[in-house]
C-alpha cells in the first residue's frame, strides 16, 4: 500500500488538502478559523493546551464532538466549528 | 477468567517506551497504552520509528518487539487496582476493559496555566502547547511569537518555534537571574548535556532573554493582538501572535490517583528505588514521579521495566545513575521555584475555569475545592478541573480533590455500550 500523504477534509463547508500526519487543530488553525469555539459567557476561544487535557479546541467531527489536538486528519472528514454559546460537550 | 496481560504500560513518551521494551526484554507480555495518535509522548512528538538518534531507535525497538502491543488514541477513563489490576479504556476500537498483573504508569506531566486578564484570548496557548500544536502540523512560519511562564522548557520551546519558521521576541522568565544560572551550571555537569545546552544557545541567538519578569496582561479583540509584560518596574508591551505560556510542568497523577498511589508532597507519585508506588503491582516512572526531563525518564522508565519483570541482576548501576539524575531535579525544582511577586495577578474579573467561565472574584471567598465547586460549577465543564484544578492550588492554597472517573469525555455511544474486554494475542 503507497503511504498516504495527503488527506482532503471539509472545514465550515470549504475543502481543504492538508498533510496527513497533522492533526484537525493544526488543519483548523492554518484555515485561519478562529475563534475555535465560544465560551458559556460567549468569549472568543481557542485551543490552549495542544495535549488533550484542556478541551478548548474542541469541535464536530463527523457528527462527534471530539479534542481535535488529538485527533489526526482522515480523508472525507467534516469538521465544524461549536459557535453558539450553550452547554455543549 | 479474564484473560489478562503481563503489565500495562500507561503513556508512550521515553519513560513509558523505555519501561515497554525493558520489561518485553524481561519476558513479559506487555500492552502499551497511549492518548496521542502516535508513541513518542510530547517531547518525541513526530519522531518516526528508525530516525536517527535514540528516540528513533527506542520506537523502532519497540515497535518490531513481539511481546509489545501498542494501542495509540488510547484514553484510560477508569482504573481500579485488585489481585489483577482493571483499566478501563476508550479509543477508537470503543471502550475496553483491560487486566493486567502489573501497570506501569507513565504518565507525564501537563503544563501549569495562571489566570491574567486576557488569558483567554485565542493566541494565548501553553509554552509545551505550542509546542505541540507546532509538532501537530501547525504553521508558525513568521508568526511573533513571546514566550513567557516558568522553566527550562522555555528555552527548548523558543528554540524549537524558531528552528520551524517562528519569529520568538522574547522568553520570559519568572524566576531570577541567579536560579537560572544554578541551572545551567547543574545542567551542564550531566554526562552529554553541555553539548546539549551549546546547540540551545546557538539556537536561540539574538533572542532575549528576561529574567525577573513578569506576565502582566494579553490583549486584543477577539483574538490575541499583544502582550503586557513586567520587567523591574517598566511594563513593556510587545505586539504578538502567540503568546506561549506556562508555569512549570505538573506531574500528571490521575491515574495513578484512581488506583490509590501515594503522592508525595510535591504532588509527584511515590516511588522506592524500584519504581514501586505504595500500591503493590504497580510502578512510575517519569515526571510522574517528578519533573526531570528525558534522562531521568528513560532511567526511570529501564529501572521500572526491570523490576516489573524480575530482571534485578540488569538494575546494577541504576541506584548512582538515579541519585544524579535526582541531584539535577531538585536544583531544577528550586531554581525555578514561583516566586508570588513575579506572577500574574488575575483581576476580580479574570476568568479562573475556562470551561464554565467561574472568575476570580466568584471564587476568592471560598476556603476549598468542593465548596467552591458546588457554589460556582467551578471545575465541573469539560476539562474537570484539569487546567483550573491546578490553578486553584496555587492561587488560593486550596487541595484540588476533583480526580474521578471517567478521566476523558467519553462519546455517548460508548457511554451506553457494554465494554468488550482486550486481551493479549
Ligand atoms: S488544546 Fe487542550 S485539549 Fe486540545
Redesign the interface.
Given at each position: 500500500m503507497p503511504e498516504q500523504t495527503l488527506a482532503v477534509l471539509t472545514l465550515e463547508g470549504v475543502r481543504v488538502t492538508v498533510p496527513a500526519g497533522t492533526t484537525v487543530l493544526a488543519a483548523l488553525q492554518n484555515a485561519g478559523l478562529s475563534p475555535l469555539r465560544r465560551s458559556l459567557s460567549g468569549e472568543a476561544r481557542g485551543a490552549l493546551c495542544g495535549m488533550g487535557s484542556c478541551s478548548e479546541c474542541r469541535a464536530v467531527v463527523d457528527s462527534q464532538t471530539v479534542r481535535t489536538c488529538l485527533t489526526p486528519v482522515r480523508d472525507g472528514q467534516n469538521v465544524r466549528r461549536l459557535m453558539e454559546v450553550n452547554r455543549e460537550s | 477468567m479474564n484473560p489478562e496481560w503481563d503489565a500495562i504500560v500507561v503513556g508512550a513518551g521515553p519513560a513509558g517506551l523505555m519501561a515497554a521494551l525493558t520489561a518485553a526484554q524481561g519476558g513479559l507480555r506487555v500492552l502499551l497504552l497511549d492518548?496521542?495518535?502516535t508513541p513518542g509522548g510530547?517531547i518525541w512528538r513526530?519522531a518516526a520509528a528508525g530516525q536517527r538518534g535514540a528516540a528513533g531507535d527506542l520506537l523502532r525497538d519497540v515497535a518490531s518487539h513481539p511481546g509489545i502491543t501498542v494501542l495509540s488514541?488510547a484514553?484510560v477513563v477508569a482504573a481500579e487496582a485488585g489481585k489483577s489490576h482493571i483499566l478501563t479504556v476508550t479509543s477508537s476500537a470503543g471502550l475496553t476493559h483491560i487486566h493486567a498483573a502489573r501497570v506501569i504508569l507513565a504518565t507525564g506531566a501537563?503544563?501549569r496555566?495562571l489566570p491574567f486578564d486576557g488569558w483567554?484570548?485565542?493566541?494565548?496557548?501553553?509554552a509545551?502547547?505550542?509546542?505541540?500544536?507546532s509538532k501537530?502540523?501547525?504553521?508558525v512560519r513568521g508568526k511573533r511569537v513571546v514566550v513567557a511562564g516558568s522553566g527550562p522548557l522555555l528555552l527548548a520551546v523558543a528554540a524549537g518555534l524558531r528552528q520551524k519558521g517562528a519569529r520568538v521576541l522574547a522568553v520570559a522568565e519568572q524566576a531570577g537571574l541567579p536560579g537560572v544560572a544554578a541551572f545551567g551550571v547543574a545542567a551542564a555537569r550531566l554526562p552529554g548535556k553541555a553539548t546539549e545546552a551549546l546547540e540551545l544557545a546557538a539556537g536561540l541567538r539574538g533572542v532575549p532573554y528576561w529574567a525577573d519578569c513578569a506576565v502582566v496582561r494579553a490583549s486584543g479583540q477577539?483574538?490575541l493582538q499583544s502582550v503586557t509584560l513586567r520587567r523591574g518596574r517598566r511594563e513593556v508591551t510587545l505586539a504578538c501572535d502567540y503568546l506561549a505560556v506556562g508555569f512549570g510542568l505538573m506531574p500528571e497523577t490521575r491515574v495513578a490517583a484512581l488506583l490509590g498511589c501515594s503522592l508525595d508532597a510535591q504532588g509527584a507519585v511515590e516511588v522506592n528505588v524500584w519504581q514501586a508506588t505504595s500500591v503493590s503491582g504497580i510502578y512510575a516512572a517519569g515526571e510522574v514521579c517528578g519533573i526531570g526531563g528525558v534522562d531521568g525518564a528513560l532511567l526511570e522508565g529501564f529501572v521500572a521495566g526491570c523490576a516489573a519483570s524480575g530482571q534485578i541482576e540488569r538494575l546494577r548501576d541504576a541506584p548512582r545513575r538515579a541519585e544524579i539524575q535526582r541531584q539535577f531535579q531538585s536544583v531544577l525544582e528550586r531554581s525555578f521555584a514561583l516566586r508570588p511577586d513575579r506572577l500574574p495577578t488575575p483581576s476580580p474579573a479574570t476568568?479562573v475555569c475556562?470551561?464554565?467561565?467561574v472568575r476570580h472574584g466568584q471564587l476568592q471567598g471560598f476556603t476549598n475545592w468542593t465548596a467552591a465547586k458546588l457554589q460556582t460549577r467551578c471545575g465541573m465543564?469539560?476539562?474537570q478541573g484539569?487546567?483550573c484544578g491546578p490553578t486553584t492550588e496555587t492561587l488560593y492554597g486550596w487541595r484540588f480533590t476533583g480526580v474521578r472517573a471517567p478521566l476523558?469525555?467519553l462519546?455517548l455511544s460508548q457511554l451506553l455500550a457494554q465494554p468488550t474486554v482486550l486481551g493479549p494475542p
Open positions: - | 492518548a496521542q495518535p510530547q513526530g488514541g484514553e501537563t503544563e496555566f483567554t484570548l485565542p493566541g494565548v496557548v501553553g509545551g502547547g505550542l509546542q505541540a500544536m501537530g502540523g501547525l504553521d477577539d483574538q476568568i475556562r470551561c464554565e467561565d465543564g469539560a476539562c484539569r487546567v476523558a469525555p462519546p
